[in-house]
């Protein structure tokens, strides 16, 4: 499975307008595993955070960048030990002030080194706060066949790099299915229609709200002006000027 996905990455990157591509286990929005964080040696409660296993260049091609340390690399299957990528907020919650690269940490019970923070990305949902996420290398531990997800950095529209993304893609294996190709502007807008929905009927709402009162206060201003009319023309017979009768 594994092989598969290195075969096709290497044949993606030879298609014109193609710059960078990856892979991961599943896609951001969607479902990620829960892992239990901890430090060597901690007696304390384990920390829970979302995880995923992704190829190289996983944060490059989303126009990212590491904080501190790096992304993943090609060379990482021949580390002793299993490098991670870990959020900044986990990584402040569990070395305040100080850098954790190079350290290790526990994650599902087996030591891992940390080689990269990254900035706190929703790349499990859009919630209220960011949640501590684990990212680690799918070539050091390899995810169960099945679906997985290729990210393909790329100039020029979909129509044009779809095909030939889909011609490379049959080069490799004519029987592997493709699910669906899209943009990320569509996965975004997938992940966000809720939020646009119900921002959407709350100005909706909120501008009925507005009309209904500017209406009862023109009725109001309506009647109590009608009510002084003849005080009006009194103040205009003694000499008030325009001014003075609307002030």
């Given at each position: 499975?594994m092989?598969?996905?290195?075969?096709?990455?290497?044949?993606?990157?030879?298609?014109?307008?193609?710059s960078?591509?990856?892979?991961?286990?599943?896609?951001?929005?969607?479902?990620?595993?829960?892992?239990?964080?901890?430090?060597?040696?901690?007696t304390?409660?384990?920390?829970?955070?979302?995880?995923?296993?992704?190829?190289?260049?996983?944060?490059?091609?989303?126009?990212?960048?590491?904080?501190?340390?790096?992304?993943?690399?090609?060379?990482?299957?021949?580390?002793?030990?299993?490098?991670?990528?870990?959020?900044?907020?986990?990584?402040?919650?569990?070395?305040?002030?100080?850098?954790?690269?190079?350290?290790?940490?526990?994650?599902?019970?087996?030591?891992?080194?940390?080689?990269?923070?990254?900035?706190?990305?929703?790349f499990?949902?859009?919630?209220?706060?960011?949640?501590?996420?684990?990212?680690?290398?799918?070539?050091?531990?390899?995810?169960?066949?099945g679906?997985?997800?290729?990210?393909?950095?790329?100039?020029?529209?979909?129509?044009?790099?779809?095909?030939?993304?889909?011609?490379?893609?049959?080069?490799?294996?004519?029987?592997?299915?493709?699910?669906?190709?899209?943009?990320w502007?569509t996965?975004?807008?997938?992940?966000?229609?809720?939020?646009?929905?119900l921002?959407?009927?709350?100005?909706?709402?909120?501008?009925?709200?507005?009309?209904?009162?500017?209406?009862?206060?023109?009725?109001?201003?309506?009647?109590?002006?009608?009510?002084?009319?003849?005080?009006?023309?009194?103040?205009?017979?003694?000499?008030?000027?325009?001014?003075?009768?609307?002030?």
């Amino acid at each position: 499975n594994m092989a598969l996905l290195d075969t096709m990455t290497k044949t993606l990157h030879q298609v014109p307008g193609v710059s960078r591509v990856t892979y991961a286990r599943s896609a951001p929005r969607e479902f990620w595993g829960s892992v239990g964080v901890s430090l060597p040696g901690s007696t304390e409660v384990m920390i829970r955070a979302e995880s995923t296993r992704v190829g190289p260049d996983y944060l490059s091609v989303f126009g990212a960048a590491p904080l501190a340390g790096r992304d993943f690399a090609r060379g990482d299957q021949r580390r002793s030990t299993s490098a991670i990528l870990i959020s900044q907020n986990l990584a402040e919650r569990l070395w305040p002030a100080q850098s954790p690269l190079g350290r290790t940490l526990i994650v599902n019970k087996e030591e891992r080194e940390v080689v990269g923070v990254t900035p706190n990305l929703f790349f499990s949902g859009f919630r209220r706060e960011h949640p501590g996420f684990v990212m680690m290398s799918a070539q050091q531990e390899p995810f169960e066949p099945g679906e997985a997800t290729l990210y393909v950095r790329h100039s020029g529209a979909l129509d044009t790099i779809g095909p030939a993304v889909t011609r490379a893609l049959r080069e490799v294996d004519a029987r592997i299915p493709i699910a669906y190709m899209r943009t990320w502007d569509t996965q975004l807008d997938s992940a966000t229609w809720p939020i646009r929905v119900l921002t959407t009927l709350l100005m909706i709402f909120a501008g009925g709200s507005l009309f209904i009162a500017a209406i009862g206060q023109y009725a109001v201003v309506a009647f109590d002006m009608r009510r002084r009319v003849r005080e009006v023309g009194l103040r205009m017979a003694l000499g008030a000027s325009s001014r003075q009768v609307l002030t």
